[in-house]
């Protein structure tokens, strides 16, 4: 298995250059694509991912690791038949109506990514409508995570749900909120389905979600 | 008129860290950028103006040449006068005059009684202001806290508990032109008219653009209006390193720098020699958990070359930090940190430093860390004054006349000067057994006891009859209209 050791060091280092080359040369010694995903470009975005939540490792360290780990696995897609696809489903993300703050978003998005989901981002200042209208564009989209960072602007949430509710659409959901002024109390009164203070529990729930 | 400000800085050199060359430097590659990157500018009004003075616009993209910067830099005045509630001159912010203040808008404030934090409310924010006003060394109020309970106009209400619970300057937040002009409002009903309140200020409006390099509609919005009606602003642009902003410090000040003055052009062109506080906050985004560092080091001489060229190469107002923390509790860690910037503010003679009582990255408000902060700022002040060279204080006639092996204590020389000496509040000198045979108390125990005190017990002076009138009916209107909206 050197060969996806050394694929899990290039990963590990954010090597973009030379990522293709070995995922091709794991290939050409006949490792089944699925496990040069999974054990090649998506194990060590997970160690890392566990570091990070840890406090160990600074984030760039894990962003530019997914950038090669994506790259590999761009790579590996058209050789994976759909059904074994391991996309963890796929979700819709913004930053509430009035709210110009996104980096928390932002890198709840990015871990999202690294973590297998599929994440539509639309934005930051987003209305409702806009957030029912791109759930009703897509059947596939499992999960909306709502980012609002003002006391403010933590009401848009609410009123976020409630048009979701009104279309009819509240049911296909799960909803997860969070920002700097928002908690637990506030995330069951406007009937989220889940709430987290950073991106590495982000991820956790998104996954605990989707398996609900 | 000449009017005493006491708060100067008084050295021959104070702190630089930049030779006017590499000031120079910092601001000709700020010039690049906002002539070939470009600034994204939300505003129509303003691209207009931007369009008009000669800049190339493309869709929302403004490039701005460096002649209309330069202009701008021309126009804006060197020195913003803040009067207090009763209409008496206090801050001249100007050169190295270094005046310390809050910071606005935390959704929590720190427990002392739980060791926890609770969403910050009404009540607090009029505590909040009570304790401002009792600080000797507090010069300006901002808000502390956004009320949980007003979400809409949060802004009108916690201006109004600043107004009738301090008498002094303020800087102010809003949402947008709505509320910064209910907030105009109620300043004229203070000064009993706009013109009186424009002539004589009691706030200046905190504003910000979003790094990098992108001027949302609101914060445009309130910047023109504020020069349409010559109210003083700053601009300050929150570059976080690593995040927001490139990761190295020179980097990020040109960055900042940047967006700084695309705020100042359009305002300028809004109308020319309107007051404008320059500066902003670039702060080393901590990587691991991913918050801004408020004082760390990096941040820390970020904001004083930010001062030296808002001084030096731009001879305007400045706007800097006074003491924030990103400590969960007012421990050492907070103190340590809040000291710090404190320090560098004054001793390099930045004008309005804000965030005292800062903690948890701007997410915490702490009332123990502000009175701590009192009596450290008050202590710096002392340093800040320097050496007086005057021939009382050279003191040559009380040198000869003691002589060799007496000593000064019973000396007229002595007695007339001593209470110049500081004098601690918190801080316990006492010898050791009066300080714990009286409870062996910590500083912040004391700090917590005095905060206690001031809530219970501190008068502040009321607003008359008629201008609690005229605040309530502008509250009320802002009110109703939010309602409405709803
Ligand atoms: C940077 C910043 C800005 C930047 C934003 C730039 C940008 N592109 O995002 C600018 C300068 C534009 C800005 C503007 C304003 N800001 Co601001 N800002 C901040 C600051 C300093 C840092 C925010 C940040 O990015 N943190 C880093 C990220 C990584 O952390 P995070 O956002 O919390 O995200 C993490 C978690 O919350 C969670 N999370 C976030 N979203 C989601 C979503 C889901 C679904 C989940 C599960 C988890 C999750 O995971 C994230 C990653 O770990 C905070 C203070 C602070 N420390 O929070 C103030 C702060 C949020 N701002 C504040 C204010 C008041 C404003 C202004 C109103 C100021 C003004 N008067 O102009 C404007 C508002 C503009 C608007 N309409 O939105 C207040 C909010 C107060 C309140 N009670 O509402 C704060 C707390 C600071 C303060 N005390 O003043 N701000």
Known sequence: MSKITDLNKIVEN????????????????????????????VEPINQLGEKFANGDIFVPELLIASRAMKQGAAMLKPLIVSE????????????????????????????????????????????PEAVVEAVQNDESIKIIGMSAMLTTTMYAMQETIEALTEAGLRDRVKIMVGGAPVHEDFANMIGADGFSTNAPTAVDLAEKLIAQ | MKHDFPLKLNAVQPLRFLSDDQLREIHSCSLEILQNVGSEVQHEGALEMLRKAG??????????????????????????????????????????????????????????????????????????AKICDAMPNIDFLMCLGLMYEYPV????????????????????????????????????????????????????????????????????????????????????????????????????????????????????????????????????????????????????????????????????????????????CPDAHALSEATQEAYLSGLTGSNMNHDVGFMNFGRTYSFELLVM??????QLRQVFKGVDMSPEQLAMDVIKSVGPMGNYLSE????????????????????????????ATTMEERAAAKVKDIIANYQPKPLTDEQEKGIQAILDAADAKAKEKK
């Open chain 1, 14 to 41: 954010g090597d973009f250059e030379n990522v293709e080359a070995a995922v091709q040369s794991c290939l050409d010694d006949g490792i089944e694509p699925m496990d040069v995903l999974n054990e090649g470009l």
């Open chain 1, 84 to 127: 074994d696809n391991p996309s963890m489903g796929k979700a819709v993300f913004c930053t509430v109506e009035g709210d110009m703050h996104d980096i928390g978003k932002n890198l709840v998005v990015m871990l999202l990514e690294s973590a297998g989901f599929e994440v539509e981002d639309l934005g930051m200042d987003i209305s």
């Open chain 2, 55 to 128: 800049c190339k616009v493309v869709k929302k993209r403004a490039y701005v040449p460096a002649n209309l910067v330069e202009w701008a830099l021309k126009q804006a005045p060197s020195t913003v006068i803040l009067y207090d509630r009763d209409g008496n001159p206090v801050m001249d912010i100007s050169g190295r005059n270094a005046y310390f203040g809050t910071g606005s808008d935390c959704p929590y404030l720190y427990d002392w009684d739980t060791g926890g934090q609770h969403e910050f409310t009404t009540q607090d924010m009029i505590n909040g």
């Open chain 2, 153 to 328: 106009t949060s802004y009108e209400h916690q201006f109004a508990a600043m107004l009738r619970n301090s008498t002094k300057p303020m800087v102010v937040t809003a949402a947008n032109r709505e509320s910064i002009k209910n907030i105009a409002e109620m300043m004229a009903v203070i000064r009993g008219g706009m013109d009186e309140a424009i002539n004589k200020p009691l706030i200046i409006l905190y504003d910000e653009p979003i790094s990098p390099l992108n001027h949302y509609y609101e914060s445009i919005d309130k910047l023109i209006y504020c020069a349409e009606n010559s109210l003083p602003t700053n601009y300050a642009p929150a570059v976080m390193m690593g995040g927001t902003g490139p990761m190295t410090l020179s980097g990020a000040l040109c960055q900042c720098l940047a967006e700084s003055l695309l705020g100042l052009v359009v305002h300028q062109l809004a109308n020319p020699g309107a007051p404008f506080i320059f500066g902003g906050c670039v702060t080393d985004m901590d990587l691991k958990c991913m918050q801004p560092s408020y004082a760390s080091p990096t941040s820390n001489v970020a904001y004083v070359v930010e001062q030296e060229i808002g001084r030096e190469l731009y001879h305007l107002p400045t706007w800097g930090m006074g003491g924030a923390t990103s400590s969960k």
């Open chain 2, 373 to 378: 902060m009192n009596e450290v700022i008050g």
């Open chain 2, 412 to 439: 007229t020389h002595t007695f007339n000067h001593m209470k110049e000496m500081w004098q601690p509040d918190l801080y316990d000198r006492r010898d050791y057994d009066k300080w714990h045979d009286n409870g």
